[in-house]
Nanobody, 118 residues
Framework: QVEFAESGGGSVHPGGSLTLSCAASGIPLNSFTVGWFRQAPGKEREFVAMVWGGSGTSTEYAESVKGRFIISRDNEKRMAYLQMNSLKPDDTAVYSC??????????WGPGTQVTVSS
């Protein structure tokens, strides 16, 4: 069973950048689709981005982050990344990653806090 641990969060000013990392353990990551999600205080968890299993060339993004965030993966290192640019206060949330199974997302890590404020 795959498990994830996220890192790289922090506090930045609007317009700043951060790169989040997602480390997988348990099984090889190659065939799994990996997704990033976020949950802001008082809100439900929402989808941010996903990279399909395999080489990682196919990606999808939420409309709110399209053009600003880039998801990538390194199967050899069992890592996934989320490069976040032009950050806005609305991007403030706890960011988590997970792997997609046939029925759900699994392997949720504890998340990493991203705070965007002036």
């Amino acid at each position: 069973q795959v498990e994830f641990a996220e890192s790289g969060g922090g506090s930045v000013h609007p317009g700043g950048s951060l790169t989040l990392s997602c480390a997988a353990s348990g099984i090889p990551l190659n065939s799994f689709t990996v997704g990033w999600f976020r949950q802001a205080p008082g809100k439900e968890r929402e989808f941010v981005a996903m990279v399909w299993g395999g080489s990682g060339t196919s990606t999808e993004y939420a409309e709110s982050v399209k053009g600003r965030f880039i998801i990538s993966r390194d199967n050899e290192k069992r890592m996934a990344y989320l490069q976040m640019n032009s950050l806005k206060p609305d991007d403030t949330a706890v960011y988590s990653c997970a792997a997609q199974t046939s029925t759900s997302w699994t392997g949720w890590g504890p998340g990493t806090q991203v705070t965007v404020s002036s």
